[in-house]
């Protein structure tokens, strides 16, 4: 994944394709409004939380704009009249939730109004997202951080030439691990993840503990050092 939102998938065995619960990867803090929406309604609407609508359409349309042929009738499980009325009606639910939406470029912003182009980019906390969730009924989870410290043996600083090539090591970790998965992180949580794990594996920098994700990147992550070599 490019960034820390924006990255939530559906719950979906192998025997239904239908999504039934959210289910945000590890690190996720944030995702856009739309996505937001989008995975709340769907879920619960493949969960019957909506009365079934019934669509008629004609088979054509003549010049004059009036149906010609013969008129059919398709059911739907109600989501694409309850994700329109979502979107509409989001400011108002932002409200009675408690939920701020921020523009991520311009933090200082304040002017949330629900607008469809705000939706595109505004985002919410996961906690946000998860009560919003709740109020149509669409199960919420978010993953817990995978221990790789003991799936790989909790490998320590010693075996590794410097605290760059052990920072590499871990990176590559979360990154297998996330392939694996099926979502994929940004440089910056990459470097935030290594920065968390390093302690736990007594890991250390020149100085003592490294305690700035900044650092991390610029001095083992960025660049040809590891990321360039990712497949993105």
């Known amino acids: 994944m490019a960034d820390n939102d924006d990255t939530a998938r559906p719950d979906t065995p192998q025997t239904d394709e239908r999504p039934t619960k959210i289910i945000v990867p590890f690190g996720v803090e944030r995702v856009r409004v739309n996505v937001a929406i989008e995975a709340a309604i769907a879920v619960a609407a493949n969960r019957g939380q909506f009365p079934p609508a019934v669509d008629f359409y004609a088979q054509d349309v003549g010049d004059?704009?009036?149906?010609?042929?013969?008129?059919l009738m398709a059911k739907s499980n109600?989501?694409?009249?309850?994700?329109?009325?979502?979107?509409v009606g989001?400011?108002?639910?932002?409200?009675?939730?408690?939920?701020?939406?921020?523009?991520?470029?311009?933090?200082l912003?304040?002017?949330y109004s629900g607008t469809a182009q705000q939706n595109i980019y505004y985002t919410i906390?996961?906690?946000?997202?998860?009560?919003?969730?709740?109020?149509?009924g669409a199960p919420f989870e978010v993953e817990s951080q995978p221990d790789i410290t003991q799936a790989s043996g909790g490998k320590a600083q010693a075996e590794y030439a410097t605290w760059q090539d052990a920072a590499r090591a871990i990176a590559d970790e979360f990154?297998?691990?996330?392939?694996?998965?099926?979502t994929r992180d940004s440089l910056k949580g990459y470097s935030k993840r290594v920065?968390?794990?390093?302690?736990?594996?007594?890991i250390r920098g020149p100085q003592g503990r490294i305690?700035?994700?900044?650092?991390?990147?610029?001095?083992?992550?960025?660049?040809?050092k590891w990321w360039a070599k990712k497949p993105k």
């Open 125 to 136: 906390t996961v906690d946000e997202w998860a009560r919003y969730a709740a109020a149509y």
């Open 64 to 71: 004059d704009g009036e149906p010609v042929g013969e008129i």
């Open 211 to 224: 305690d700035n994700p900044a650092t991390v990147q610029r001095e083992a992550l960025q660049g040809e």
């Open 78 to 87: 109600g989501a694409g009249l309850a994700l329109h009325r979502a979107k």
């Open 109 to 111: 912003a304040d002017d």
């Open 90 to 107: 989001f400011a108002d639910a932002c409200k009675k939730l408690g939920i701020t939406p921020r523009d991520p470029y311009n933090p």
């Open 195 to 202: 920065m968390d794990e390093m302690p736990r594996r007594d």
């Open 175 to 182: 990154y297998d691990h996330d392939t694996k998965e099926k």
